[in-house]
């Protein structure tokens, strides 16, 4: 099993930035990917970065502002967000897809609050 547990979220102005940090114990060797999801208040969750091995996928909606990382001997991934946006106030959640039992199962973390103030 894996553990993911988030932290670094907060009250930020619009235009502002802010980084969050996703720390993962528990199996990690195991762990195919991790992802940066996030939910907005009646909204449905939405990917925000992808960080595989050796590569990054990040949706157009939020590229050039947020950038992705991972730190192995950590075992801690990071998303640092750039200008954001008021529309951008959401739980941000870490994801791991982990490859367990001959299956690839998800994991979340508890999510982490963002609020952009206009």
């Known amino acids: 099993q894996v553990q993911l547990v988030e932290s670094g979220g907060g009250l930020v102005e619009a235009g502002g930035s802010m980084r969050l940090s996703c720390a993962a114990s528990?199996?990690?060797?195991?762990?195919?990917?991790f992802g940066w999801y996030r939910q907005g208040p009646g909204k449905q969750r939405e990917v925000v970065a992808v960080?595989?091995?050796?590569?990054?996928n990040i949706p157009d909606s939020v590229k050039g502002r947020f950038s992705p990382s991972r730190d192995n001997a950590k075992n801690t991934v990071y998303l640092q967000m750039y200008r954001l946006k008021p529309e951008e106030t959401a739980v941000y959640y870490c994801?791991?897809?982990?490859?367990?039992?001959?299956?690839?199962?998800?994991?979340w973390g508890q999510g982490t609050q963002v609020t952009v103030s206009s």
């Open positions: 994801h791991a897809l982990v490859y367990e039992s001959d299956k690839l199962i998800d994991y």
């Open positions: 528990g199996n990690t060797f195991m762990i195919n990917a």
């Open positions: 960080i595989s091995s050796g590569s990054t």
